[in-house]
């Protein structure tokens, strides 16, 4: 559907030159949203897949299992977005306190990304509800390290212009500073369901677009943004657990899904973008399932292998559990874990590696640090080379 532009233009003096910033008008759309049968059966269909989603991790094992690498794939991958070149390797190794070959402060940049969603989490199991203080504690942690330190926890107190060497060539301009807070306690309100409820799905992906469009931080933006998504679904119980992630898919298609956000600016087009983002749920609910269910297998594979050691099945299969939980860790850390002995951690692992089930990525005598092998590469997929 056209509309009139969603919002206004102010005039704004910043880095020496006159420029128009536009001021997006509250959520929710007016007129409201078209429900087409094709848009209505496209939700549901990803309402369905979020559905499947959620219902294959609650048959799973030991979710912690499966968290733990979701997690940081899904902070590689939005760092990625935003200029870093770390893996998911690069950051396991960091979090071993080993050195993983390329920048630190990317490495740390998507460390940060991290804690700042389980910080959000777990305000969130706690009771506390998705506002406007725990997006600036969440941007607080994500910027308290690395690039942009200087500036965590604060929404901007100056313009700032998106693409562009300059805000006269900017690809957008967002609010005025002044109108800032303004624009985002309208858009608390429409978290908080007012002036009106609306459907999670719904308002998972409105607010996705309002936020992106006020801009409230000088940096980190684009990951605030995406965090939000897998926050309200936590929040609203459409997912038990953190395990849907739209970053790949906003990374793979990236030129449509930055159109998309200027259609919704120039014209009001809301119903295209949610057409686009009930798609990036289904296709990757759908690969989450397919991903969770590879690790099963593969998990289940090895046990089976494993069980063929006779007396040494024992510790072997609780380092393989404790591995499940960090696919690339130190064989002290396993020993802490498992609570086995460095030796017989140390058995245990020359058996795993005789089984092909895991890899010694040091030549050290101390320290050495291992890698569940299947499980890392079926992880890594989209995240080993940056583009």
Known sequence: MRRERPGHFATVSTAGERVQAFVPAPLPPQPPIDWTPEL????????????????????????????YAYVRKEAVLSSMIEGTQSSLSD???????????VLLEDVQEVSNYVAALNHGLARIAGGFPVSLRLIKEMHGILLAKGRGSNIPCEFRRSQNWIGGTRPGNAFFVP????????????LELFLHDQPEPTPILLKTALAHVQFETIHPFLDGNGRIGRLLIALLLCEQKVLQEPMLYLSLYFKTHRQRYYELLNGVRATGDWESWLDFFAEAVIHTAAQA?????????????????IGGLGRAAASAVQIQQALLGRPITTAGWLSEKTNLSPATINKGLAHLEELGIVRELTTQKRNRVFSYRRYIDVMNRETEKPS
Do not use: W
Request: hydrophobic share 40%.
């Open 40 to 67: 209505r059966m496209k939700f549901d269909q990803a309402l369905v897949a979020l559905g499947r989603l959620d219902s294959v991790t609650q048959l799973l094992p030991d979710t912690s299992h499966f968290l």
């Open 91 to 101: 950051l396991l190794l960091f979090e071993s306190d080993q050195d993983p070959g």
């Open 175 to 186: 609010p005025p500073a002044d109108r800032l807070l303004g624009c985002l306690n309208d």
């Open 289 to 305: 399932v397919d991903t969770a269910q590879q690790l099963l297998k593969i998990a289940k594979e090895d046990q089976i292998k």
